[in-house]
């Protein structure tokens, strides 16, 4: 049956095409027709999907956990004693030593003593000491004898109160020079005389005594500001010629709000110096009355208006300014501009200086400047017409500070020191005056960094005199490096060198003073906290340079001693 089925099937399959064959080309015709139907699409076959998708959510529960709690309550047995007060007791300020000694001894009979002392004799009052001496016996080959000695002596006290403080200070300093530059067998019949009263014949003692009091604090809650100074000196020489000093000078300074800035003062700066001069040159010419003084006497009053914003400062202001003596007086304004600037989160500062005035040279400073000057010197004013300094300074990192500056001045009566021709034996020096200009360019550098601390100061100078062939004594280029180590903790090594070029002096024309350099040694040990040693060894290549002309130095020197702090 089902064989029967599936023929009949077949040839009902052939025969159906042939006959809708047939029936369409019974109706071909020219007409066309469009049938629209919608579109039912179906899936003739698919294949059952044998489980149910979901997601994967890595879903993790929390652990349920069941707390259980009973508590307590602890029974506390602690007795309830009566406390007594503790005793109060003042706290002692660690005892720092303040005071310090420091004594030595070198070859050429050369002693050296050193003293500091400070005591509080209130919480408002303290009092201190200060000695120094040093001395030498010791002769230079060939020149007339060269011994020499220093002291300073000063006592002070100062007095510090809420709104002010007052200082007094007592001074006094002696200096013995001889004038040995010169060679003694250049005049026998002197050298023959080779005792006390030829060393007498060429010794020098500078001598002065002062004494001065400051005045300072803020005068009331507006922080107004104010100083006086007040200061005498007396000053003479193995000579007989003196000199009297009176030094009165302060300033006043009050807060003020011109433009918007974090500190602003206009305040005003006053001084009086005022000199008699007596120099005595009867040694020089005997029939000659030299009793007669010389006045010489300095006035000034700057008016000044200071800034303070941030990192940038400046003051402006102007020095108003009269120089007198026995003949004239002469009156001059000058400026006064110092700005200051900080960058780089102020690790860097730019500065600049402009300023000018009188400067009132006198027997005093001169022999300070030069102790080898003959016991009769002209005195003259000197004038700045302008300076103009312009640097950077700062530092970088914590170890190393710099000052780097150029400077240019004009100036009138600069003084200047050459050989004295009147003098018995050419050697001491007279001053002379001129004019001209100066290029100037320093170097100011700090390194410290664990045990090294290195410092140099180098400078050069540049001059143009308006008369003069050459600025006499003034070397063009001068250095100082010193350089420290410990070594130990309780060792410092110290190497200190120093230097300058060549420069010139007058006598019997131009003279050349050679450029040189000192090297020196210095150890510090301290063997206690109180206690240590120190040795000194100087002109360590023992080299004979003259610091002024006809003047040689000492070979080589040591000096050992001891310092005690207490």
């Not at 042939?18 to 080309?25: E, F, K, N």
């Not at 929390?62 to 406390?83: G, V």
Request: a positive charge.
């Amino acid at each position: 049956m089902l064989i029967k089925s599936i023929v009949f099937f077949g040839v009902l399959m052939m025969i159906f095409p042939m006959l809708a064959q047939a029936q369409v080309g019974d109706l071909k015709s020219n007409e066309e027709v469009m049938v629209i139907a919608p579109f039912n699409p179906t899936i003739r076959k698919a294949h059952r999907i044998l489980f149910l998708p979901e997601t994967d959510t890595n879903k993790s529960e929390k652990l349920k956990i069941n707390y259980i709690t009973d508590p307590k309550i602890f029974p506390s047995n602690i007795p309830m004693e009566e406390m007594k007060a503790v005793k109060f007791v003042e706290k002692r300020p660690p005892n720092y030593s303040q005071n310090f000694v420091k004594l030595g001894y070198g070859l050429y009979s050369t002693p050296y003593a050193e003293l500091f002392f400070n005591s509080k004799l209130s919480k408002e009052s303290q009092v201190g000491i200060y000695f120094k001496h040093l001395s030498t016996k010791g002769e230079i080959n060939d020149v007339a004898y060269s011994g020499s000695s220093r002291s300073i002596a000063e006592v002070w006290t100062q007095r510090i109160q809420k709104k002010h403080t007052t200082k007094l200070n007592f001074n006094f300093k002696r200096n013995l020079i001889h004038y040995y530059g010169f060679y003694p067998t250049d005049y026998p019949a002197e050298a023959a005389l080779a005792n006390d009263n030829f060393k007498e014949d060429i010794k020098q003692v500078y001598s002065k005594i002062g004494i001065s009091v400051d005045f300072k604090g803020a005068y009331d809650k507006r922080y107004q500001n104010w100083q006086v100074k007040l200061k005498y000196n007396y000053f003479w020489d193995d000579y007989e010629s003196t000199e009297h000093l009176l030094d009165v000078g302060g300033h006043y300074e009050n807060p003020v709000e011109v433009i918007k800035a974090d500190k602003q003062y206009v305040g005003i700066s006053v001084g009086t110096q005022t000199f008699y001069t007596q120099q005595s040159y009867s040694w020089l010419y005997s029939t000659t009355d030299s009793s007669q003084g010389y006045f010489h006497g300095l006035y000034h009053a700057i008016p000044y208006y200071t800034l303070t914003n941030n990192n940038f400062s400046l003051k402006i202001g102007a020095k108003i300014e009269m120089a007198a003596d026995s003949n004239a007086a002469e009156f001059n304004i000058a400026p006064l501009v110092k700005i200051d600037l900080g960058i780089v989160d102020n690790d860097f500062r730019i500065y600049a200086l402009v300023d000018g005035g009188f400067y009132n040279n006198s027997l005093s400073s001169l022999s300070n400047e030069n102790h080898f000057i003959s016991p009769y010197v002209p005195l003259k004013y000197s004038k700045s017409k302008y300076r103009i300094r312009a640097g950077i300074k700062g530092h970088y990192t914590s170890f190393f500070d710099f000052n780097l500056y150029g400077e240019m001045a004009s100036f009138e009566n600069m003084p200047m020191f050459i050989t004295d021709t009147l003098a018995a034996y050419n050697n001491s020096y007279t001053v002379i005056y001129d004019g001209g200009s100066r290029y100037t360019v320093a170097a100011e550098l700090l390194f410290k960094r664990g045990p090294w601390n290195v410092n140099l100061n180098t400078q050069y100078n540049a001059y143009k005199m308006d008369t003069a062939t050459r600025a006499w004594h003034k070397p063009a280029f001068s250095s100082k490096l010193k350089i420290s180590y410990y070594a130990l903790e309780n060792l410092k090594l110290t190497a200190l060198l120093i230097g300058q070029s060549k420069m010139y002096n007058i006598y019997e024309g131009e003279k050349q003073v050679n450029a040189w350099f000192d090297m020196s040694f210095k150890a510090d040990y301290h063997f206690r906290r109180t206690l240590a040693f120190f040795l000194t060894v100087s002109n360590i290549l023992s080299n004979n340079y003259e610091v002024w002309y006809a003047y040689p130095t000492q070979s080589i020197g040591v000096m050992g001693g001891v310092s005690l702090a207490f």
